[in-house]
């Protein structure tokens, strides 16, 4: 890893640790806004990306998911810069890091899809 590679990832942990100090300490009204992905060939409808019901209120923890998922200032955008897609959270990758183990399963597509 290069040094400028470091630097960015340092940067990166200390942003997300601001972020989750913020939300702490605000009532978490310091998230940012809801966020639509975009949609595969065949989507049952959008999917919106919602912080606040991510984000446990009297838990918060951006790192849970940033950097190691999602990177934390690109919308949408995986850690490795990957698309974000249903057969990726189905083995267990992206989105699929929590929902069918700790979150709630994906076998209702109007969980999500809207």
Known sequence: ?????????????????????????????????????????????????????????????????HPKLFKILDKASTANGQPIKHEKMEQGQQCGACHGKTAFNFESCDMCHR
Do not use: Y
Request: charged share 15%; proline share 9%.
């Open 1 to 65: 890893m290069t040094i400028r590679g470091t630097t960015l990832r340092i940067a990166t942990l200390l942003l997300a640790l601001g972020l989750a100090g913020a939300a702490r300490a605000d009532g978490l009204d310091k998230l940012p806004p809801d966020l639509k992905l975009p949609s595969g060939e065949g989507s049952p409808g959008t999917v919106t990306f919602s912080h606040g019901s991510h984000v446990d209120p009297k838990q918060p923890g951006c790192t849970n998911c």
